[in-house]
């Protein structure tokens, strides 16, 4: 059969199966769904270091270590953060007088990346089985080998865990088609899509619910109130982590003139290596060509880019910068210097600005070309000036005197853990959050009389559920019958 009608056709069958499975699920009580998802986080990070090596060889993109704590991230770390919560069921807002009844999605589609592949799988399989919803992935082609099998993993630790069969499957031969077909199916309850652009437009063009994300391009300012070594090490570690794919990675350092002489030298001590004019104009060609990123230097080492690049650089060598001058970046002009731009890699854009309102102009230039909604990183004494240079820039989440590649997404401030970052209205995004499980589940709400008890008569708590075929409604009907004697007795 010609491949495309064969992965038309695998896209149908995966559907009807994960439908089967999310009417399953759904019966489930929301504890054990909980505890079979902590099974599956795990054995999942057991196997963090396998499936690392595996994307690395498989893609060519990152480095091992980092994928390795990206997966314990999408796997264990996701897990122990909604574990004493289970999600869904019934809830009493008792002050509302409102009673909450949680509803799974149903049949959600996964979209992965290859920057990140293994990664992504676990935490929306993780996302799914948290909230009793069957998922069905398509994975990006370039990491379709190390994707697959941690599927297929992931499914038969839920199904042995307790988890209906068909929780978690994957289209094997992924085509345009057949991915435009598991998104648009009458099946297909949600979208979560992560990867380019394009796709993420094509998920919420589908007809169906979507949450996607929008491309990062982080500035980081830093003031002279600053701790100026630790803004060095934070930066560089952050460009460094994974050579540079999370889209909340360091983009552009801008620097309080009075304190830029002394935060470059603190770079360099970090493995910053500074170019001359000669060589940026000989980086940009190489990492621009025809204005566009090069895709041979994303996720790639230093002495992978400096080779592309035709640069001689010492092997400690952590972060590669190129400086341009705020004038380049007049956000009156409309142009975008390349450095300016998402770089996906281990190169850093770096300018002297005038105070804080020079480092919002840059930004906001910067959000010309990418990150609307995404990402900001600035480094200051003044808590007044953290919360001005947020407020003034179309940036939905700022992280303030730490690395932003980690603190976006939840390592080392309160945000919420996520793999996902919601732009907002700003990046033509459907949420402005991190997403979390709770994005996976709707809520009916039953709302009585402001000041009347929810019940016209008493209710035996211990009563036989009338006789009928739905188990779900039956379910329901013994927990339903459990709040209310409690909020008579409350009464």
Not at 34 to 54: D, F, L, P, Q, S
Not at 337 to 343: H, I, L
Not at 463 to 470: C, L, Y
């Amino acid at each position: 059969m010609d491949r495309d009608l064969q992965a038309l056709q695998d896209s149908r069958d995966l559907m009807r199966r994960a439908r089967a499975a999310a009417d399953a699920f759904r019966r489930i009580a929301p504890a054990q769904a909980m505890a079979i998802a902590g099974t599956v986080a795990k054995a999942a990070a057991g196997r963090a270091r396998h499936y690392a090596e595996w994307a690395v060889r498989e893609t060519g993109f990152g480095k091992v270590e980092d994928k390795i704590d990206k997966n314990l991230t999408g796997s264990i770390r996701i897990y122990e953060a909604y574990c004493d919560s289970p999600i869904g069921g019934i809830r009493q807002d008792r002050d509302r007088n409102i009673v909450e009844i949680g509803r799974p999605a149903g049949v959600i589609v996964g979209l992965s990346n290859s920057t990140s592949p293994v990664g992504t799988v676990y935490f929306k399989a993780m996302l799914a089985l948290m909230t009793r919803n069957a998922i069905v992935f398509s994975p990006h082609p370039a990491a379709l080998a190390c994707t697959a099998d941690a599927t297929r993993f992931l499914e038969k630790t839920a199904r042995l865990a307790g988890a209906p069969p068909d929780a978690i499957q994957i289209l094997a031969e992924p085509t345009l088609k057949a991915t435009n077909a598991l998104m648009q199916s009458d099946d297909t309850d949600l979208v979560i899509a992560t990867g380019g652009a394009a796709m993420v437009r094509a998920a919420y063009s589908s007809g169906n619910p979507a949450l996607g994300v929008g491309p990062g391009n982080t500035p980081v300012y830093v003031d002279r109130s600053a701790d100026l070594a630790s803004a060095a090490e934070k930066i560089v570690t952050g460009k460094e982590y994974d050579y540079g794919t999370p889209c909340s990675a360091p983009s552009v350092v801008l620097a309080d003139r009075p304190v830029a002489r002394e935060l470059r030298g603190l770079l360099e001590q970090q493995g910053a290596w500074f170019c001359s004019d000669e060589e940026l104009a000989t980086l940009e060609a190489a990492a621009f060509p025809g204005g566009r990123l090069n895709p041979a230097i994303i996720g790639q080492p230093v002495g992978r880019v400096a080779q592309i690049a035709g640069l001689s650089l010492p092997p400690e060598t952590r972060a590669i910068v190129g400086l341009f001058e705020d004038a380049a970046a007049d956000q009156d002009s409309g142009s975008v210097p390349p450095m300016a731009r998402e770089k996906l890699s281990v190169l850093l854009g770096a300018s002297a600005v005038d105070g804080v309102e020079g480092a919002i102009a840059i930004a906001r230039c910067m959000l010309r070309s990418a990150g609307s909604g995404h990402t900001a990183a600035i480094f200051t004494g003044d808590p007044e000036q953290a919360v001005l240079f947020g407020a003034a820039l179309d940036y939905y989440r700022i992280v303030v005197n730490g690395d932003p590649t980690n603190g976006a997404v939840g390592r080392g401030t309160a945000l919420p853990v996520t793999f996902t970052i919601g732009t907002g209205f700003a990046g033509k995004s459907s949420i402005d959050h991190n997403l979390g499980p709770e994005d996976l589940i709707d809520w009916k709400r039953v709302a009585f009389p402001v000041g009347e008890t929810p019940a016209a008569k008493p209710v035996d708590a211990q009563a036989e559920p009338a006789r009928g075929t739905d188990a779900t409604v039956q379910a329901l009907k013994e927990e339903i019958r459990r709040i209310v004697a409690e909020e008579l007795a409350r009464n």
